[in-house]
């Protein structure tokens, strides 16, 4: 039975991953569901990642249709996240870190287990 539920289980979260809407995620639909919900303010967004409301709001609708929900609620005291928006905060956040992190260290190689390093003292 459990074998069962965690086939079904694998094979969902496969069916997503493969998605074609999923694929058309970027970097940038990620930088502005971070900020729209930390901001909750589409103009605040726009103004803090330089780019028009228009292309916050496109990547909203990009999002939304990928995770088929409408993630932010649009109210008098801003965007309000959705339950969903709510449990997916702290994974977006976590993708974007460790892209930064990746592109911080991007410079200098990583050294492998194994590997000696040669320090100045040394030569």
Do not use: W
Not at 26 to 48: H, I, K, P, R, T
Not at 82 to 95: C, L, P, Q
């Amino acid at each position: 039975m459990f074998a069962q539920d965690s086939r079904k289980e694998h094979s969902e979260k496969q069916r997503m991953l493969n998605s074609n809407s999923l694929r058309k995620l970027d970097m940038q639909d990620l930088m502005v569901f971070n900020a729209v919900y930390e901001q909750s303010s589409v103009s605040g967004v726009s103004e803090a990642l330089c780019v028009s409301q228009s292309t916050v709001s496109y990547c909203l609708k990009k999002l939304r249709t990928c995770f088929k929900d409408e993630l932010f609620i649009n109210t008098r005291t801003g965007m309000r996240p959705t339950f969903k928006a709510e449990g997916m905060y702290d994974h977006v956040r976590s993708i974007l870190q460790s892209i930064n992190l990746c592109h911080a260290g991007a410079g200098s190689p990583m050294p492998r287990p194994g590997d000696r390093s040669l320090h100045p003292a040394d030569a």
